[in-house]
C-alpha cells in the first residue's frame, strides 16, 4: 500500500511569488493535515482538510491556503512568499476525522524562498 | 493551549544498549492521546509508538516502550537494544480527544538521538 506522496520534493522561489505543494494521501484517507517545519520553529499544525472542508487552521496568515478534492488529495498555497516561509512542509493523512485515527506522515516539501 | 517540552536536544546510546528520551506535557484535558514519532535524516516522520490517555498500562512496541505517568504529565520512551537504525530525531506529540481541536498534532522540540558502534 503507497504512503502519503507529496510534490514536488524541492521547491525554490523568490519573495512575494506564490507556491504551490500537493499532497495524496493513503488510499481510503479522508483527512489531510499540513504542518510547517521552520528551523528554529518546530513542527507547528497549519491546517486540517477533511471531506473537502477546512475544519481547523493553526495561527498562520491568511497567504496560508488550501483545498481538498473530491478524490482527497490536496493543495496547499502559500502566496506572497516571505523568506521565513523558508521550511519543510509535511502533510499527514488519516483514514477518517476521528481522534482515534493516527496521522501518517509524507516525506515533505522543502520550500526555499530567496 | 497544551504544550509539549522535551528537555534534551540530544543523546547519544551505543549500540545494543538502553536509552530513554523525556517528555513532559501540559494540558488540562483528562482525555488525550501521547505519540513518538521519529525523523530519520530521510525527513520521513515514522510513527513509533503510541498511548491512550485513559490506558493505564504503558503501550509497547517490541524494542520500544513507554513510561506513562498521567499524573505528573510525563511520557517518556525506551528503546531497547539500540540498533544503527534508530539513530534519528525523536518527536513527543500531543493529540486532544476533541475531534476539533484533536485535529492537531502539538510536537515538542524533538531529540536528536545518535546510536554509536
Known amino acids: 500500500e503507497a504512503g502519503v506522496t507529496q510534490s514536488p520534493t524541492h521547491l525554490i522561489k523568490t519573495r512575494g511569488q506564490q507556491a504551490t505543494l500537493r499532497c495524496s494521501p493513503i488510499s481510503g484517507h479522508t483527512s489531510v493535515y499540513w504542518y510547517q517545519q521552520a528551523l528554529g520553529l518546530g513542527l507547528q499544525f497549519l491546517l486540517w482538510y477533511d471531506e473537502g472542508e477546512e475544519r481547523n487552521r493553526g495561527n498562520f496568515p491568511p497567504r496560508f491556503s488550501g483545498r481538498q478534492f473530491p478524490n482527497y488529495s490536496s493543495e496547499l498555497n502559500v502566496n506572497a512568499l516571505e523568506l521565513e516561509d523558508s521550511a519543510l512542509y509535511l502533510c499527514a493523512s488519516s483514514w477518517s476525522r476521528a481522534v482515534t485515527d493516527t496521522q501518517y506522515f509524507g516525506p515533505g516539501t522543502r520550500l526555499t524562498v530567496l | 493551549a497544551q504544550t509539549v517540552t522535551q528537555s534534551q536536544p540530544e543523546m547519544s546510546v551505543q549500540e545494543a544498549e538502553t536509552v530513554t528520551l523525556s517528555c513532559t506535557y501540559d494540558t488540562s484535558e483528562s482525555d488525550y492521546y501521547l505519540f513518538w514519532y521519529k525523523q530519520p535524516p530521510s525527513r520521513q516522520m515514522i510513527l513509533v509508538i503510541r498511548q491512550e490517555a485513559y490506558k493505564q498500562q504503558n503501550a509497547t512496541e517490541n524494542r520500544f516502550s513507554v513510561n506513562f505517568q498521567k499524573a505528573a504529565k510525563s511520557f517518556s520512551l525506551k528503546i531497547s537494544d539500540s540498533q544503527l537504525g534508530d539513530a534519528a530525531m525523536y518527536f513527543c506529540?500531543?493529540?486532544?480527544?476533541?475531534?476539533?481541536?484533536?485535529?492537531?498534532?502539538?510536537f515538542g522540540e524533538g531529540t536528536q538521538l545518535t546510536v554509536n558502534p
Open positions: 506529540a500531543y493529540r486532544s480527544a476533541v475531534e476539533t481541536s484533536g485535529s492537531r498534532l502539538t
